[in-house]
């Protein structure tokens, strides 16, 4: 690839603000290059000219790269190997559909070794609150932990409470994790969060559609958040209040045909109503364990939760639990015994003692019936 069409992307990214439907519409259409001349000159549809006439002048590309090299970044473009095609398809096809979310951004700033299209094959985005409780960010940091050791790549925004607390999980683990930010990845935003930043870009990536310099605003969050959406083959809501953020990017994935998923919390909190309401909804997947995202985002077949145990199913009730009690710990007895000790009908015990041995409490012999090891173990309290 030509550094003219590099150069070209850099100042398109410049030029308009993100997402810029009509823009990308007509970089597809007549290329990067060619895009960006008539540009300059004014030389463009109307709506693209709504989209740019206000910056057209702002020819800092040249200027932008050697920023972001002096940083040990780079721009990462459609015509790069490691663009994330696959993920970014989703945004094709909601742009087709006419949704505001579904705008492929015309390229990316990143800051870290890795590559991107390699740490967007399997990756999981994990976003909440701010305004997160003990709770929120203890769960965040296990989810992010978790996902990371599995090498599954923890996508969020770097943001405070949840974003990163599921950041630093997945550093600790030593594993992937990219931080998608609402603007250019050469400002440590928000600043209490300039180590984790520093931090990122050795064990994953800091992105952005922003160019260097370029501030935060309040819509650039609402924007971004649909790349963090799409970067994940799913999303974990850890806390959200009502009208948390954190909902702007539930609806994003929900967009783009990814799976949606939401932590339960404390009926009593506040910080987890957004969550409820996702559930209540049916717009999300009840999600309590990193088995569990894995498998909802997972590969069909593969990445599936083990068939919870026996062992995590309750004691016997009524007839059933008088029956269990009387089966002997060591020496087998009969039926007869057993309904005498019991005091349950002697056809209801032959009955029972099938079903007690199907959930593996009670095991026949030669000799007649005892309890397993599964029910002398529960059967102990």
Request: some cysteine; proline content about 5%.
């Amino acid at each position: 690839m030509s550094d003219e069409v590099r150069l070209a992307r850099a100042y398109l990214s410049r030029v308009a603000e993100p997402p810029a439907g009509a823009l990308a519409a007509f970089v597809s259409a007549v290329g990067p290059v060619r895009a960006a001349a008539l540009v300059r000159r004014g030389q463009v549809p109307g709506a693209v000219d709504s989209q740019t006439s206000a910056r057209r002048a702002e020819d800092r590309a040249e200027a932008d790269l050697a920023a972001m090299a002096e940083l040990g970044g780079r721009l990462v473009v459609p015509e790069d190997e490691e663009w994330p095609a696959w993920p970014f398809t989703a945004l094709d096809q909601a742009a087709a559909q006419g949704l505001r979310c579904g705008v492929a951004p015309l390229a990316l700033w990143v800051r870290g070794e890795a590559e991107l299209s390699t740490l967007t094959e399997r990756a999981v985005a994990v976003v909440g609150s701010r305004s997160s409780t003990g709770y929120g960010q203890h769960v965040a940091a296990e989810f992010g932990h978790g996902l990371a050791a599995s090498g599954v790549t923890v996508v969020s925004g770097a943001a405070y409470g949840i974003d990163g607390a599921a950041h630093r999980g997945a550093l600790a683990a030593g594993g992937p994790t990219i931080a998608v930010l609402a603007c250019g990845v050469d400002i440590a935003y928000p600043r209490g969060h300039q180590g984790l930043l520093e931090r990122i870009p050795h064990h994953g990536l800091v992105v952005s559609e922003y160019p260097p310099g370029l501030q935060p605003a309040r819509h650039r969050f609402l924007t971004r958040n649909r790349l963090i959406a799409a970067f994940g083959e799913g999303t974990v809501v850890v806390e959200a209040g009502r009208r948390s953020g954190a909902k702007n990017t539930a609806a994003s994935t929900s967009a783009l045909g990814r799976v949606l998923m939401a932590v339960p919390g404390p009926i009593t909190s506040s910080s987890s109503s957004g969550c409820h309401d996702l559930l209540r909804s049916g717009e999300a997947l009840a999600v309590s364990s990193v088995a569990e995202v894995i498998e909802s985002t997972g590969r069909l077949g593969v990445d599936l939760v083990e068939a919870t145990r026996n062992t995590e199913v309750g004691l016997p009730q009524g007839e059933a639990l008088r029956v269990f009690e009387a089966l002997p710990l060591d020496s087998a007895t009969s039926a007869e015994a057993v309904s005498v000790e019991s005091g349950v009908e002697l056809a209801r015990v032959r009955a029972l003692l099938p079903e007690l041995e199907l959930i593996e409490l009670a095991v026949r012999v030669d000799t007649g019936w005892k309890r397993s090891h599964e029910g002398i173990s529960r059967g102990d309290t």
